[in-house]
């Protein structure tokens, strides 16, 4: 039975997914739970239905000193949606905060050289790169997988991908809380100064070469999730190694980006069960 391409289709993400002057509104108990736990200096104001009864979410909040406010009725609607389930719970946070540079990051990681004499082991060690997902949904499921795998990060662009939104934060399940977020510049430069670092670069292309199951992963891997329509820039899958393929059965042309993703880490988890 042969691969099937990767490739997915766009969708419009709302026009107040996206963050505007520096600030994003992120809403629903549990992500503002695992924002206070894990990153609660992420938090700026939170507003609160005056008849939320969570002791627990209210202590943390004065435990952290976090100002609060009465959410009024209606007014969650106008600030996250009409659609979003927000539990009168809504939070203004700080996005760039959450980011940290490809320095401070690969500072965080073992030297993968053979020079450095650490090589052994090295290959537990996994990360994302995102090239372009457009789909605040998408990146916030990428996210979630990539912390529920063992990946040690996931690297995101500043242009012409979706950055870090409420939707996002959402789509996480919170774990954009718990796993490294890494802001990058140029893809393709990024991709080569890992290459540099020891990295093997995969690519989940639209026709990849090598059946994802059967990889051996066994060297430190960066996992190129592309464009939801486009896929991966050719100039980008030229600087990737190898690029793979999921097999599936006939009746289904392709996976969205994030499914993809998912099952991609979990071959790579499986290959490295002390990664969990």
């Keep these: 039975m042969r691969p099937k391409r990767f490739r997915t289709y766009k969708t419009r993400p709302s026009p107040r997914s996206y963050a505007s ?13 695992e924002a206070l736990t894990n990153r609660p200096a992420v938090i700026r ?9 969570d002791m627990e979410l209210r202590v943390l909040l004065e435990k952290h000193k976090i100002p609060t406010a009465t959410l009024a009725p209606g007014k969650g609607k106008e600030l996250v949606g009409r659609d979003s389930v927000h539990q009168g719970v809504i939070a203004t946070m700080n ?6 540079t490809l320095d401070e990051f690969l500072a965080t990681l073992p030297s993968f050289l053979p020079s450095s004499g650490s090589s052994t082991g090295s290959a537990k060690t996994a990360i994302a790169v995102l090239a372009e997902v457009q789909d605040p949904h998408n990146v916030g499921a990428i996210i979630r997988s990539a ?6 990060g996931v690297l995101i662009p500043e242009h012409n991908q979706a950055g ?10 919170g774990m954009v ?7 990058i510049g140029n893809v393709n430069s990024t991709l080569k100064m890992l290459k540099k670092k020891g990295f093997w670069v995969y690519g989940l292309a639209m026709d990849g070469k090598t ?14 999730v592309g464009n939801e329509g486009a896929g991966i820039r050719e100039k980008t899958l030229v600087t990737c190694d190898v690029t793979l393929s999921i097999p599936m059965h006939a009746r289904t042309e392709s996976l969205n980006a994030a499914v993809s993703a998912a099952v991609v880490f979990y071959e790579w988890s499986r290959k490295h069960p002390e990664a969990l």
């Design 45 to 53: 104001k939170v507003f609160l239905a005056p008849d939320l009864r």
């Design 21 to 33: 002057g520096g600030k994003v509104y992120i809403y629903g108990k549990h992500a503002l739970m």
């Design 177 to 183: 809380f718990r796993i490294p977020l890494v802001s």
């Design 95 to 100: 996005p760039t905060a959450l980011l940290i």
């Design 211 to 224: 059946n994802v199951g059967a990889e051996i992963f066994n060297a430190p891997s960066a996992f190129v």
């Design 164 to 173: 870090i939104t409420g939707a996002v934060v959402k789509a996480s399940a």
């Design 147 to 152: 912390a529920a795998f063992g990946l040690a």
